[in-house]
């Protein structure tokens, strides 16, 4: 490959007739992030973690505690408003602190079991006597005595829990849109990289169609040597031809059309993730088509640069909304 330094890409990209420099930040959001939202109430305290990764689609999953499946739909739909593409997992954890847990003896249980024992044992030899703490081992016999509880409390507690969901939520939003304004500079560059590469292969095209003619003509008079009755008119149909098919102009065309199209979608800012995957397929297609047509190793040499440089920008683009 030709070396290409980056001073040149700079030069060459502000001879480019469109924008590259534009006069405000693009507003994309990356679909990576993560955020923390802790809070509390009487005596319970809860944590909310909000987790974000690429997607092709929206994809919400949440992680409750038992006996608290009623937050599932709601995060779900706080999210759904706040986010069009990536995985995104919601965690809640919840603590309950308080007096010290108190017991009881399930004395029906116990005497049932007392009873039971007895009717089995009595009359044979060879089994020791009951002993209670075998008795107690028995699961149901000793119980947790809960705490009723305070539905009022509980009422409160859940509404508290939602807007730390929504802080948490918020948080990482802002997560997002700070790493999307990352990418964003990174693409940047790397248009004004591919423009300026497609600023020199349409250099080294125009001068193409001469050196296809002098290349040709010395090999047509050795040709001509070789047979002086090969009629001029399909020597010059074979020279038009070969011309026509390493004539690149119409790709290069396309290819500052879609370095348009990208510019405009950094103005329009939000969900354009997968409008710019699109355009890196046309991006590839372009650079693909010229590499095939060039005739000149200079003009391939640029042709694979501008393939390097799409697969890069391509890379960066999965990562955004």
Known sequence: MSTFSLATVIDSAQQITYPLAMSKTPKIFSMTGFSRSVGGYGKYNWNWEAKSVNGKGLDIRCRLPQGLDEFDLKARKMAGNLFSRGNIGLHLSIKEHGSPSRYRVNRE?????????????????????????????????????????????????????????????????????????????????????????????????NSQPVAIRERLSQQLEELQDANPTLPEERIAQEVALLITKTDVREELDRLEAHLQAAHQLFDEGGVIGRKFDFLCQEFNREANTICSKAHLLELSNVGLELKAVIEQFREQVQNIE
């Open 109 to 205: 249980l116990l005497d049932e079991l007392v009873k039971t024992a007895k009717e089995l044992f009595k009359d044979k030899d060879g089994f020791e006597a009951l002993r209670l703490d075998g008795l107690l081992a028995v699961r149901g016999v000793i119980e947790l005595v809960e705490e009723e509880a305070n539905e009022r409390e509980i009422q409160e507690r859940n509404e508290l829990i939602m807007v730390d969901l929504e802080k948490a939520l918020t948080e990482l939003s802002l997560a997002r849109q700070a790493e999307g304004a990352r990418i964003a500079r990174v693409l940047k560059t790397q248009l004004a990289e591919i423009g300026a590469l497609s600023q020199r292969a349409k250099s080294i095209a």
